[in-house]
């Protein structure tokens, strides 16, 4: 069997890091399943691999271009799967030409598999992350692309505008002793890189568990240059040092609107231009590169 997994993507999107999911589900479902597994970018790369199962994580801005790939999946005669986090978010409906993933999706994509070979097992939730297996960072990455890692899966505010909560309800965390193992194995795969990309939903929501990754750090002498997303509220001085201590020193702050009025209507009362404003100043002091986006 071959599973061949695609991220629909246009001019809109990133396309300088590698797509982290296929590594994932494929690590976490190959303990189960034997079968061959590949990435395919293009209608030209479904034909030339001619998988049984395409599995299409799509996200809304490109949501136009999701039919082509459904209808040329059901040309060839594989089995058409979508998911990701608009999916469902917007509670996507499976129909005759394709089926639907909710959710975190590696034990659901492996008991998925499971029914189509015939494996009349079904797979329980992940309690703990750690018990997803490290991924193959290298897997799926085009020339020049980038690893990227995902140390914990959701976020403990609640945004009206984002999907997380529909797709994993609370927040659950990798342990620093798992973090540094991944910075690890990406430092001896891509032994040039020297920015990695934290593509957590709030990396920095467990303080003690930075903690503990600064002290495995140290004691092991691992050193990068970290990004990542941040909340306003989580920046103070204190914190700031501490985030310079593991090497995070680039950010992107989710400032959204200029408004009070539609920030605390999309973020709660606790978010203000003001907190924003501070936020930016209180990194800029310390040192620590800031963006910010804006949703328009």
Same mark, same amino acid.
Request: charged letters at 20%; hydrophobic letters at 30%.
């Given at each position: 069997m071959k599973i061949a997994f695609l991220q629909i993507t246009n001019e809109q999107n990133l396309e300088w890091i590698v797509t982290p999911w296929p590594a994932y589900l494929k690590s976490y479902a190959e303990q189960f399943i034997d079968a061959e597994w590949v990435v395919v970018n293009s209608v030209d790369d479904i034909y030339r691999e001619s998988p049984d199962v395409l599995a299409i994580s799509v996200v809304s801005q490109d949501w136009d271009d999701v039919s082509q790939y459904i209808f040329h999946g059901n040309k060839i005669g594989a089995k058409v799967v979508i998911g990701g986090h608009h999916v469902t978010g917007f509670n996507v409906e499976p129909q005759d030409k394709f089926d639907v993933i909710y959710g975190p999706a590696e034990? =659901?994509?492996?008991?998925?598999?499971?029914n189509f070979i015939g494996d009349q097992r079904k797979l329980k939730n992940i309690e703990d992350l750690d018990e997803i297996p490290m991924p193959d960072f290298t897997f799926g990455a +085009?020339?020049?692309q980038k690893p990227t890692i995902v140390t914990s899966r959701g976020c403990p505010y609640k945004c009206t505008f984002c999907s997380q909560r529909s797709v994993y309800g609370g927040i659950k965390f990798h342990s620093p002793r798992r973090v540094i193992d991944e910075i690890k194995t990406i430092q001896r795969e891509y032994p040039l890189l020297k920015r990695l990309? !934290?593509?957590?939903?709030l990396f920095a929501a467990n303080k003690k568990r930075i903690l503990g990754i600064r002290e495995i750090m140290k004691?092991? $002498?691992?050193? !990068?240059?970290? /990004?990542? $997303?941040m909340r306003s509220e989580l920046v103070t001085d204190e914190n700031c040092r501490l985030w310079i201590d593991i090497g995070l020193t680039s950010v992107g702050i989710g400032g959204e609107s200029g408004s009070d009025r539609i920030l605390k209507q999309l973020k709660g009362p606790g978010s203000s231009v003001i +907190? /924003?404003?501070? =936020?930016? &100043? &209180?990194?800029?002091r310390n040192g620590i590169s800031a963006g910010t986006g804006i949703i328009f």
């Open positions: 034990v =659901a994509f492996t008991n998925y598999l499971l +085009r020339t020049g990309s !934290i593509q957590d939903d004691d092991e $002498g691992v050193k !990068i240059k970290l /990004n990542s $997303g +907190r /924003n404003q501070q =936020a930016l &100043t &209180t990194l800029s």
